[in-house]
């Protein structure tokens, strides 16, 4: 029988090894590019298992007034990104001081799911493996478990050198730097997501991709919410409201396959706000409801006598073109993806700081951003009061530039992204509420959003001319026109020429796709509007780019796949 893959054998075989430093200088070797150092297994073992992201299920029937209105747009992507950035508490509480890291500092980086990958295929039987079988989804439950408690099988890592190492996080600095520094993190529903979809993922590595337009015909499976469920005799729970669109239909079901999960004489129902009593579907046990309405929909679930524990799995289906054909389906909403730009806080080394004024986009945007963002108009050196800052274990020190987020609670996903200003109350911060400007260090970031291709905003200003003028006038200087492209770029992630005209959502459409950023601009033929306007009905790896660049997951799967069904 084979063993486990080593890390080296992994990324040697799918082709991800990293570049060294050439320079003996320390400020040649800390260039002013990212660096990515991912979260280590001892560390995980702090953190515990990733915390859920709590989704706003009502924002696909929101999807129209966001459209139109950038105010909503802005609103509902600020409390986006109080959600994310969330103090949490750990598995284990530092003994040094009070510390808690912001929830998304708590998700999965590219090589925790290669590492959670490889755990799970190396665990499935021959036969499963023979025919590329989908991990069980309380397989995965119990692969999260593993991987947060894997340090406690390794022979150098005793818990004396546990305790010790939890012991010298003696500082705020120190605590947010067990999350390492990698570049992606991915939520835990849409870590789940990606591993379940691996056969997909490996056949359209063999196959190619569809398609930018596909006439098929295919019902889409889109997660909507996993839960566990844990009641005593009798007791009931519902959650919602889910909210069914046109073609589609709620499905609800109780997965009790877990060694441990129990519901003998379970219930499950799906009802509308004023109707509980008169359930839609009704199911028994495991079975599955099935509910179609136009008003939000319920799911209330009821125990036996002897009580309930089992996992709540709903989701939505559509009849439509495939979208996302190299995935099991469409993310699930509780799926958020997040890219982060860290820069060198050592060495002397300072940060470019940019005007994202009015006047500075106009002047930018009128030779179509050629000249791109550039390296900014000042340097300045915040410290660990005015930027989020971490000191990783080996003593190098980060701070955090800028921050893509991704949510899947919108059919095209809602992008939002931060960047850090030394001017943070002006134009993009003018509106930031005040809950999170009293969060320390995150009163000193921007924020632009888009939800789709095109403005829908007929008001130029977003509606802030009166309340944020500032924020109006930079609107307005991106502004192209109702049904026009819409826009959204961070000084920090969107480098290179033309790119400060991008809005996120046209680039990401084509992820799994073999294009690439500098084949997108200028190519007006293929990519018009520097790559911002929707050219395809479907998504092969819905938006990510994770599998077939960055973090290159679909080789890393590959590999692991290659390895264990070699003769």
């Known amino acids: 029988m084979k063993g486990l893959l080593t890390r080296a054998t992994l990324l040697g075989l799918a082709g991800l090894t990293a570049s060294a430093c050439v320079s003996r200088d320390p400020r040649e070797q800390c260039a002013i590019a990212s660096r990515t150092q991912a979260l280590q297994a001892q560390d995980r073992n702090i953190v515990g298992a990733g915390g859920a992201y709590e989704a706003d299920t009502s924002l696909q029937a929101r999807r129209e007034e966001l459209y139109r209105s950038q105010a909503a747009r802005r609103q509902v992507a600020w409390q986006t990104v109080a959600k994310v950035l969330a103090p949490v508490g750990t598995a284990q509480e530092p003994t040094a001081i009070d510390a808690e890291l912001p929830l998304w500092r708590t998700w999965y980086g590219?090589?925790?799911?290669?590492?959670?990958?490889?755990?799970?295929?190396?665990?499935?039987?021959?036969?499963?493996?023979?025919?590329h079988a989908r991990f069980a989804q309380a397989d995965i439950d119990d692969a999260f478990g593993w991987n947060a408690h894997e340090v406690e099988e390794l022979d150098n890592w005793p818990q004396e050198r546990r305790d010790a190492y939890l012991a010298a996080l003696d500082s705020q600095e120190k605590w947010d730097g067990i999350a390492g520094i990698g570049r992606a993190s991915f939520s835990p529903d849409a870590t789940r997501h990606l591993l379940r979809s691996y056969p997909e993922v490996l056949e359209c590595m063999r196959t190619g991709v569809p398609?930018?337009?596909?006439?098929?015909?295919?019902?889409?499976?889109?997660?909507?919410?996993?839960?566990?469920?844990?009641?005593?005799?009798?007791?009931?729970?519902?959650?919602?409201?889910?909210?069914?669109?046109?073609?589609?239909?709620?499905?609800?079901?109780l997965d009790m396959t877990g060694g441990a999960l129990r519901g003998d004489g379970a219930a499950l129902r799906i009802y509308t706000r004023d109707a509980q009593d008169q359930p839609i579907c009704a199911a028994q046990g495991s079975e599955t409801c099935t509910a179609s309405a136009d008003e939000a929909l319920f799911v209330r679930v009821e125990a036996g006598p002897d009580g309930l524990e089992a996992a709540l799995q709903v989701d939505y289906k559509t009849a439509e073109p495939a979208w996302a054909a190299c995935l099991e389906s469409a993310f699930p909403q509780t799926a958020v993806i997040i890219k982060a730009d860290w820069r060198r806080a050592q060495f002397g080394f300072e940060l470019p700081s940019y005007d994202t004024s009015a006047a500075a986009l106009s002047e930018a945007l009128a030779h179509d951003g050629e000249m791109g963002w550039g390296q900014g108009q000042r340097q300045s050196d915040p410290g660990p009061d005015d930027i989020y800052t971490v000191t990783l274990p080996n003593g190098q020190r980060y701070r955090l530039a800028a921050l893509h987020i991704m949510t899947k609670e919108l059919e095209h996903w809602q992008w939002i992204t931060l960047w850090w200003s030394d001017a943070p109350d002006s134009d993009f911060g003018e509106d930031r509420p005040q809950a999170l400007a009293d969060r320390g260090v995150w009163r000193n970031y921007k924020m632009c959003t888009v939800t789709d291709f095109s403005e829908g905003d007929r008001d130029a200003s977003g509606g802030f001319a009166q309340n944020a003028p500032t924020l109006a006038a930079a609107l307005e200087a991106v502004h192209g026109g109702v049904g026009a492209p819409s826009w959204c770029s961070n000084p920090y992630l969107e480098q290179g020429a033309h790119n400060m005209g991008s809005n996120c959502i046209g680039c990401h459409q084509h992820g799994g796709v073999d294009v690439r950023a500098e084949e997108i601009i200028g190519d007006e033929d293929n990519f018009p509007d520097q790559g911002r306007s929707l050219l395809r009905n479907n998504f092969p790896h819905d938006y990510t780019w994770a599998l077939s660049d960055g973090d290159k997951l679909g080789l890393a799967f590959k590999a692991v796949v290659d390895y264990f069904d070699a003769p």
């Not at 590219?110 to 025919?131: C, H, I, K, N």
């Not at 098929?216 to 005799?233: C, D």
């Not at 889910?242 to 589609?248: I, K």
Request: glycine share 10%; net charge negative; aromatic share 6%.
């Open 110 to 131: 590219g090589d925790e799911v290669q590492r959670l990958f490889q755990e799970l295929y190396a665990g499935l039987p021959a036969e499963a493996r023979a025919t």
């Open 211 to 253: 398609a930018a337009v596909e006439a098929g015909q295919g019902a889409a499976t889109q997660q909507a919410l996993r839960e566990p469920i844990v009641l005593s005799s009798c007791e009931a729970q519902s959650v919602g409201p889910f909210f069914v669109t046109q073609g589609q239909e709620l499905h609800a079901a």
